[in-house]
């Protein structure tokens, strides 16, 4: 089973469709999608998402916003919403939904904001408040954190003590960083700078300790991206997929 995340950037625009090629190549089998939008773009890369067997899907884009930055989970298999009175409350940026796979999980979708406005912090509170208390039996949160761990998951120095505790939080209660779980040295990034080219890993799934017997792989790639194409093609994001086995 592959489990795909993906900041796909402003909703997809005029890339959508290719985005939507890209995915499909990725023969991904659940897609958590951040920047997805409200928009006309975004509407048609979900229906192009459905048409490829993704076609049971959940999203907190509002079409009365349609240019706000919202979520979008599509699943082969039928997904229900799930309420956690802990959850983030900012209602574009996460979403939990119960995955009715031959293996059930539930999957929390997040795009954490950044340190702007002052919502970044309580946001990942209420994750690992979450994570914490979770009851709800197998599960990974994923998407873009806009964190990491200082001096490992950076190019230059961005992270702080704050985003590094939140990391170190979770894997204290038993939450892992699949990437990291596999390969605890590894330096990769998942987007980088306009301005200084600076690479930083921000883009990540965690793993509880009910389904981490079942990863099998976590590793990053940049879609349409080749030797004779630039790496950002379709997204300044890398997309991360997950492997988890199915028995």
Same mark, same amino acid.
């Given at each position: 089973?592959?489990?795909?995340?993906?900041?796909?950037?402003?909703?997809?625009?005029?890339?959508?469709?290719?985005?939507?090629?890209?995915?499909?190549?990725?023969?991904?089998?659940?897609?958590?999608?951040?920047?997805?939008?409200?928009?006309?773009?975004?509407?048609?890369?979900?229906?192009?998402?459905?048409?490829?067997?993704?076609?049971?899907?959940?999203?907190?884009?509002?079409?009365?916003?349609?240019?706000?930055?919202?979520?979008?989970?599509?699943?082969?298999?039928?997904?229900?919403?799930?309420?956690?009175?802990? !959850?983030?409350?900012?209602?574009?940026?996460?979403? +939990?939904?119960?995955? %009715? @796979?031959? *293996? =059930?999980?539930?999957?929390? /979708?997040?795009?954490?904001?950044?340190?702007?406005?002052?919502?970044?912090?309580?946001?990942?509170?209420?994750?690992?408040?979450?994570?914490?208390?979770?009851?709800?039996?197998?599960?990974?949160?994923?998407?873009?954190?806009?964190?990491?761990?200082?001096?490992?998951?950076?190019?230059?120095?961005?992270?702080?003590?704050?985003?590094?505790?939140?990391?170190?939080?979770?894997?204290?209660?038993?939450?892992?960083?699949?990437?990291?779980?596999?390969?605890?040295?590894?330096?990769?990034?998942?987007?980088?700078?306009?301005? !200084?080219?600076?690479?930083?890993?921000?883009?990540? +799934?965690?793993?509880? %300790? @009910?389904? *981490? =017997?079942?990863?099998?792989? /976590?590793?990053?790639?940049?879609?349409?991206?080749?030797?004779?194409?630039?790496?950002?093609?379709?997204?300044?994001?890398?997309?991360?997929?997950?492997?988890?086995?199915?028995?």
């Amino acid at each position: 089973m592959r489990i795909l995340a993906w900041n796909i950037r402003g909703g997809g625009g005029v890339r959508a469709a290719a985005i939507a090629r890209q995915i499909a190549r990725w023969s991904a089998d659940v897609v958590a999608l951040s920047e997805f939008r409200g928009t006309p773009p975004s509407r048609a890369l979900a229906t192009q998402l459905a048409g490829v067997g993704l076609a049971h899907q959940l999203t907190t884009a509002d079409r009365e916003l349609p240019n706000a930055n919202a979520l979008l989970i599509a699943s082969r298999w039928p997904v229900r919403r799930v309420r956690l009175r802990a !959850g983030p409350s900012l209602r574009h940026r996460w979403i +939990a939904a119960s995955v %009715a @796979a031959p *293996l =059930p999980f539930v999957l929390g /979708a997040m795009h954490v904001p950044n340190r702007a406005g002052g919502k970044k912090y309580p946001f990942l509170d209420a994750v690992l408040t979450c994570a914490r208390g979770w009851r709800l039996g197998p599960a990974l949160f994923i998407g873009d954190t806009n964190s990491g761990r200082r001096g490992l998951d950076e190019e230059v120095p961005a992270f702080n003590a704050i985003e590094e505790r939140w990391v170190d939080g979770l894997t204290a209660c038993g939450w892992a960083d699949a990437f990291r779980h596999l390969r605890p040295d590894a330096r990769v990034y998942t987007w980088y700078s306009p301005n !200084g080219a600076n690479g930083f890993r921000i883009d990540q +799934a965690f793993v509880n %300790a @009910a389904l *981490l =017997p079942r990863l099998k792989d /976590a590793s990053y790639a940049w879609g349409g991206a080749s030797l004779r194409r630039r790496r950002a093609l379709l997204s300044d994001h890398a997309a991360l997929l997950v492997e988890l086995a199915e028995s």
